[in-house]
Each structure stands twice: as structure tokens, then as C-alpha cells.
């Protein structure tokens, strides 16, 4: 097992807890638009330490690149995602909480 | 019947050559199948069709002039890191606190950004980073939805939309 | 270090599991919405630690695709779905006009 | 520790797709149905993975979290407002609940009964040994593409059936590509639209090796096409009598069609490949039938039959 692999696992145990937080936005959160702050941010950090830290374990490049470019389509797929669920949240007539 | 489809065909290839970047497209596209297919060459007989098809058949007219600097990707790439992970713990931070101090806002934000594709790329970036996020990239305002105070999110937009403006090359108007 | 990643792997679906709660309670269409795009987010790196853990290549093309996918529900959602689903509004007649 | 991990995995899977299902057919709101669906099919797949089926756990991420998502959803859009939340009358659904939950409680017991009667290993033996005889080195292939390539006529033909279905019901609601509802949407669909491309050929030249294959490229290419509509592209495809297009919709079904038949000018039964040109043969159906199902996918998701001319909507 080299020192590399180490690194790899550990940044994979890292990303988890984002995974989890996103996911207590998600239920404590009060409405639409503060969830999706929390999903857009913490979920892509969660799965990019997931995809860095699988790339550095596999130890072949590659491999890495490969799992970079699952990492971006997740990004750009939620970045978007997040814009457009709220503007159709505003265009439905969705107040924001607390404003 | 077949006379007209060709013509069809060839009025429709000539718009999507003509303006920039078929090479630099084809040449990215190639990047990405060597990726997916991790570097084996007996996959080019699938592989130069689907190229061609990418970069000459997108029903989406091409982006306006040259986009990117790609000199100025690398530190750029290293800065959206470095804010997405705090925006991850920031966002995290106001999850876990039992008070869950949100503070939550609505912001209209006024472009000094000029290029269609330079504002597009800032306002799906934004999403990304601390405590924005878009509702509305309209033609004059920009609408966010913020946590954390208006003040502290202006300040955190202005200077990304510095950054962005070196990305795409284009000079803006200092804030006063 | 398999050990570990197995247990990453458990973990994550029991986030899937909680999420679950989101689109049951609701209460837009949105809520529901992006809680099942969280759930993607979380199969993809579930797919991708089990490729790992059991070294087949193959299941990262699994993830590829769902990566790829993950855009489509939002977009056929915002673009033909809600328009027309009056939950918040109280709308009347509703579907698409020819 | 690990077998414990693993079997918590399964049975935490195991229970989460029973209630999706039971979601999926019983929720309050079809909305929530729906997106039961589309949760249960990216644990289905998840499930196909943890059996050790690559293949099939990348069709069903193809189609199950993608193409019929997106058929659902547009489904939804078109019904009337009071058919989408108003919960189904109690005591009728209570019935139908306690009639399906017999039925699936039989069915269980039958399947799991036969299940025991078959033979142990399967068929997988007879197919390997076949194999270097197919013209491909992935089984899965063989099996659908020469081995029992019948059953991928006869779902090909199923698919084509269900687009003339469509198209025989009506137009499409919609004869211009769709309302435009953000500017992020083009944006998204002209970065997407190459990397959906290159994706389904980079599955589909993996078939003849790997997990992969026509199903899942077509399947991908044709939620490609879908997205990339939704964001507001005018698609090739019309309904018009001559349009090129209806000999793509139906290529896969006249490819394996003529395959078929046409290897019996030499004397050779139905679908009976000359064994050193298998693997030309089945190359050729591949690419037929992925471009096909593709498109026979796409049309479906229109929900109806094109317009003779797209207007141009999509400039306003």
C-alpha cells in the first residue's frame, strides 16, 4: 500500500462529511432557496475530494482524468441545475424565507 | 429529393465552420476521447466519426469571439477551489449551528461584465461560491439570493467578477 | 482500506436514506426536485468507490453516464414539468398552451 | 467488519428500493411518484452494480434515471392541473394496494419456486463456449447482437411500434421548440451536446468488448437529443411524409431485418452469421441499432407527432 493510496483514502473519508452536512441543509434549511445553497456548495466539494481522492489511490493518470471529468459534468450539472430551480421557484411566485 | 438534402446538408456544415474555434474543437474533443477511452488507439474508427459529429453538428451556434484566456485557467482554477471549499464549510458552518444563523437576502446586482458569454459563465459560477446564488441573470441586473449579509456577499461578487473579467479578457469599469 | 471504503460507501446511502425525507414532505415540486438531484450526486460517488473497491473499470462508465444525465431531470423539470404544476399558485385551467 | 458492511449495504438497498417502488405506484401527487421512479432507478442501477451485472447496470442508468425521467416529467406537464395532486379515491386505491400486494406475494413465491428449478450455473457455460464463434469478445453482446439477436428484433420493432402509436394519436403539443425559460439553457445544451456525443460512441465501441453496447449509447444519445431540445434547439426530425428521418427511425428494425433474412441467399438459417463475418455483421447492427433507438427514444419524448416545419420560437 503506498504512501499515495493513503493520501487517496483519506481525501475520499474527507469528502464525506460534506455529503452529510449537504444533506442536513437539505432537511433543516427553511425553504427552497437556502437548500439549494447548501446542495450546490457541499455536495460538489464532497463528490470533488470523493473523485481526487479515488484518482490519486488508482495511482494511473488516466484514470484520474477520467474521474476529473465525472467530477465537472456533477459541477456543471449542478451549478446550472441550481440556477434554473430557482429562478422557476421566483417564476412560480416561491417567496424567499425571511426576506 | 437526395439533390436537396445534400445541399441542405452542405448550406448547414458551412455554418457551423465558418467563425472560430473548429480546430481548437476538434483538438479538445480529441482530448476528451483519449480521456474516455484511457489512450487505446484501436478505438479511433468510433472515435474520429464522433469527433467530427461534435465539433461540425451542435445545433447551438458557436460562442461568440475566443472566449478563454487558457493561460489565466490554471491560477483561475486554483482560486475556484480554494472558494468552493469554503463555501462548502461556510454553508456547513450555518447547517450545524443550532441557532442556524442564515440571514438570508435578495440582491440586484448591476453587470459590469459586457460578453453574453462571460456573464453566463459568472452566473452559474456563482452557485458555487460562498453564499450567492443566482434567481435571475437578467439583461441589466443581476438577482441573487445571498446568506450572510448583503454587504459581505457584494464585496465577494465584485471581486469574482474581476476574476472572470481577466478569464475572458475584458476590461471593466473599477468600483467606485 | 477496503474496510474503510465500504463503510464510506454504507454511509452514503444512508444519506440517500435521509434525504428521502425531503421528497416526501415536499412541499414545492422544487424541494422534491433537488433532493432527488442530491441523491445523483451521492450514486455517483457510491459507483465510483465500489469501481474502486472492486476493481472494475467498467462501473466508472456507470458513473460517467449518470454524471451526464444528472442535467436532464432539472431541465426537462424546469422547462416542461412545473410550468404547469399549481401547487403554490392556485392557477386554474393550466396545461400547456398549442 | 466488511461482511457485516456489505450485507447492511444490500439489505439497506434491498429495503430502500421496495419502498421507492411502493412510493413510485402509491404516493399522494403523481409528482412525488415520479420522482420516486427516478430515485429507484439510480438505486436500481446501483443494485445491478452490487450484482456483479455491469451491463445491465448501465442500461438501466441510461434508461431508467435518464430517458424515462424525462418522459415522465414531460408526461406530467401535459396532464391537467387536477389529475396532478388530487389523491386517487382511498378506498379504491386501498383495494388495488391489497389486490397488488397478493398478486406480487404470489408472484414472489412462483418466481423464487422456479427460480430453485432451474439449472444451477445457467446458460453461461454454452455461451462461453460460443464465444470465440460470435464475432464479439463481450458475452452480453453476443447474446443480444448473434446468440439471440430474435429478442433485439422483436424490442426494437416494440420501440418503433410505440413511436407510430404516438405519432397516430396527434400532433405534438408543442410545434416550436420549447419556451426558453433561462439563458443559462442554450449555454448548457451547446457544452453538453459534444460530450453526449462522444460519450455514446465511446459506450458503443466499448460493447464490442466491455459493458456496453447499442442499448445504453442510443438510450444516452437520445436523452442527449432530449436536453438538448429543452434547451431550446429545433430538432431535425419532422413529421413531415417524406422526411428523411422516418428511414433512421425504422433503420434498426430494417437493418436486423435484412441481416436476418438476407444471410439466408446462401443457404443459411434466420440470423445465422457467416461465423468470419460475425463480427462485421453484429458492428453494422450496433451502429444501426444505436443510431435508431436513439432517435425512436427521442421521438417518443415529443410526445406526439412533429410539425411539418419547427416555427422559430427559439429566436424570440
Redesign the interface.
Known sequence: MTALAWVGASLVALGVPFFLLGTLGLLRFPDVFTRLHALAKADNVGLGLVCFGLGLHSGSLAHALKLALIWLLMVIASAVGAGLVARAAIARGVKPWGV | MALRTLSRLHSFLRRRTRGVGVFERIVAYAILWWILTEGDVRSLAFGIPAIAAAALINPFAPGGPRAWRLARGGPFFAVFAWLSVRSAVDVAARVIRPARPIDPAVVDYPWRLQSGSARQFMANLINLMPGTLTIDPGEQLLVLHVLGGKERALSGIRRLEERVAGLFGEEIPAHE | ????????????????????????R?P???????????????????????A?V?G??????????????????????????????????A??????K? | MMAWAITAFDALLVALLLWLAWQAIHADGLFRAVISFMVFGLLMAVAWVRLDAPDVALAEAAIGAGVTGALLLSALGRLPERDKEAPADRRARGLAAVGLAALALGGATALATIAWALPAPGLGREVTEALPKSGVDNPVTAVLLNIRAFDTLLEIGVLLLAVIATWALGPMQWSAPARVMSPALPVLGRLLFPMFVLVSAYVLWRGGHAPGGAFPAGALMGAGGVLVFFAGAKPWITGAELDPWRWLLSLGLVAMLVAAVGVGATGRSFFEYPVDLAGLFILALEVAAALSIAILLFALCLGGRPPHRWGSEDEA
Not at chain 3, 482500506?1 to 440517500?16: H, K, Q, R
Not at chain 3, 415540486?29 to 465510483?48: G, H, K, N, Y
Request: net charge negative; glycine share 10%.
Open positions: 482500506m477496503n474496510e474503510l471504503f465500504i463503510a464510506i460507501v454504507l454511509v452514503l446511502l444512508g444519506n440517500i436514506t435521509v434525504g428521502l425525507w425531503r421528497v416526501m415536499g414545492t415540486a422544487a424541494d422534491r426536485m433537488l433532493a432527488a438531484e442530491t441523491f445523483s450526486t451521492s450514486t455517483v460517488a457510491i459507483v465510483l468507490i465500489l474502486t472492486t472494475r473499470g467498467a462501473l466508472v462508465d456507470v458513473a460517467l453516464v449518470f454524471a451526464l444525465l444528472a442535467a436532464l431531470a432539472v431541465v426537462t423539470f424546469v422547462s416542461r414539468a412545473w410550468p404547469d404544476i399549481g401547487e403554490e399558485t392557477r386554474g385551467g393550466g396545461g400547456p398549442p
